[in-house]
């Protein structure tokens, strides 16, 4: 699967996850220990609307400060519905090279990190809602694989928890990887 469609699919799955959140259920707990729901999707939702300059081109000097802070609003379902399908258009848009804080980076590499970051925090919405997690067994696959060759880095550099592991299930495993507990409950 290209990183376009990798990134689309699990875009569209976690905009699918945030207009299933209850009015009541925003404050809720995650399994990202310090963070409530309302948190952990603005924290999507600013992955999202980054994309659109940097898949344009544009560093992160340039975008500066304007996409800190609050980003959902009074309509965080509207906000993250309209940040997931900018984001879409912009992974479609042809461009080598962005450019990240730890430097130069391959689009595709790029779109890879938000599609796994959009697959899991995912898995950590559905959990804090009671919602159908989406792990679709194929985005699973692709993410797992890529995420292989980088998951000392991401823990060497304190992204991710430390691993748990004894899952038989590939999203389970998955999820272990990313110091997630499949279990995990509000």
């Not at 469609?5 to 009541?24: C, D, I, K, M, Y």
């Not at 940097?54 to 340039?62: D, S, V, Y």
């Not at 292989?148 to 389970?172: N, V």
Request: proline share 5%.
């Amino acid at each position: 699967m290209d990183a376009v469609e990798l990134h689309n699919r699990t875009v569209g799955n976690f905009a699918q996850l945030v207009s299933e959140v209850g009015p009541g259920q925003w404050s809720g707990r995650t399994p990202c220990a310090d963070w409530d729901v309302r948190t952990l999707v603005n924290h999507v939702v600013g992955e999202e609307r980054w994309t659109v300059p940097l898949m344009a081109g544009r560093t992160i000097a340039e975008v500066g400060t304007s996409l800190d802070g609050d980003l959902l609003g009074d309509d965080p379902i509207g906000a993250a519905t309209a940040a997931a399908s900018a984001a879409q258009a912009a992974a479609g848009e042809p461009i080598a090279t962005v450019h990240l804080s730890y430097g130069d980076e391959d689009a595709s590499e790029y779109l890879r990190q938000l599609s796994a970051d959009h697959l899991v925090h995912g898995w950590d919405l559905a959990a804090a809602i009671g919602a159908d997690p989406r792990m679709e067994p194929e985005l699973v696959s692709e993410v797992a694989g890529w995420f292989a060759q980088r998951e000392d880095t991401y823990r060497s550099f304190g992204m991710i928890g430390d691993r748990l592991g004894g899952f038989a299930d590939p999203a389970d495993a998955l999820l272990g990887a990313f110091g997630r507990d499949p279990a995990w409950k509000p």
